[in-house]
């Protein structure tokens, strides 16, 4: 940090915050670095097939500049993750991790309505893959170090801050390695914000008042990708055949695909119940609530918000492949299946064992890839910390824990001890679905949202001024 240190006096109001010309300075680069990072195309297909290097060179540049010494990591040719550490004005606090991933989704251009790489900043939105996924965020993130350096502002605790290749397939050549090789980098970080959560959504009390919710990130489920595989006895298709391995696998997979989960509210789903009702006005889980038999109607009354918390109060449990034979009059003596599972917290061995019974004695079931579901206190101070920061800039709106649907890097550095949360702050208008801009056609992100988030990012992370 340049200069003499300097924390947040008690003048500096949020109020004060937003005019002059520092702020100015900051809003123009979380815009521009938004716009650049879009136009490094870091697509990752999958398998190994990326390349994050340009946008991390790029990330650590704009590091340096704020005299950072970030640290460049790659993990194999062109896999390149970015580490940095800002110092806290409070030496005994821990440390805070802040992470973005630096891919991409692929994008097919003859969709869009503008071209997917340009980062065109036009009417007010910036448009490209991996705007509000998550270039944007990265992008605050740069400009507000370099807006701390600039005024010799520093956050209280120690920031680490990691820009990560790979999110967008296994994490193996980002989150993953960075956490296993180089868990050195992230001592003392004892939580960590990542993205999914913190934006803007638009639904309706049930008096028809128009609500604000922004959902933070306490949990995800787990991922159990599973591969079930039936052996039988091959033959000619004419001939009678009780071992035939394609009907067995078929019979499992429809009644995987059936299958009802029953409703196991977590710590976080049960908040997270609790906590739309209340940014509502509906009637909230009492006592004589039972979950199997009222969370779902309960959930229906939550309308343009009941996305939040209904696929999170179950695991799930969706057929996604299917393998078996070559020619219509041969029986294959063996036939397999993909099945995309996600398991709620706490819920693990009730998953396995409803597989066994659901696959039955014919067909095999084994993980071909796993990872822990997480779950993060909702009652801690950096939770309160994100809610206080929210709703100084949006007075008026509702802050709400979820459980996430699927997984994101937070898990990777769950394997450090590091409790995760999803707190990638935007204010979106009404109309713009962030759901929908996620891995979507025509991902924009509006100029608006990015100021918001860069100022509530900079109140969380150094503390009401
Ligand atoms: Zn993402």
Redesign the pocket.
Known sequence: MHEAERTGTASDTAAALETGEGLDRLDEEAVRFTSELIRIDTTNRGGGDGRERPAAEYAAERLSDAGLAPRLLESAPGRANVVARIPGTDPDAPALLVH??LD??PAEPSRWSRPPFSGEVADGLVWGRGA???KGTVAMVLALVRFWARGGLRPRRDIVVAFTAD??DSAAYGAEWLAREHAELFAGCTEAVG??GGHTVHARAADGTPVRIYPVGAGERGTAWLRLSARGTAGHGSKTNTDNAVSALAAAVARIGAHTWPVRLTPVTRAALDGVAAALGVDAPAAGFDPQRDTDALIDGFGAAAELVRPTVRCSSAPTVLEAGGKVNVVPDRASAGIDGRVLPGAEEEFAATLDELTGDRVQWEYQHRSRPLQSPVDAPVFAAMREALLAFDPGAHVVPVCLTGG??AKQFAELGIAGYGFSPLRLPPGLDHGAL??GVDERIPVEALRFGARVLDRFLRGPS
Do not use: A, L, P, Q
Request: no cysteine.
């Open positions: 973005g991933h991409v989704v509000v996924d998550m999110e967008e993205e999914s994101t890097d996620f891995h």
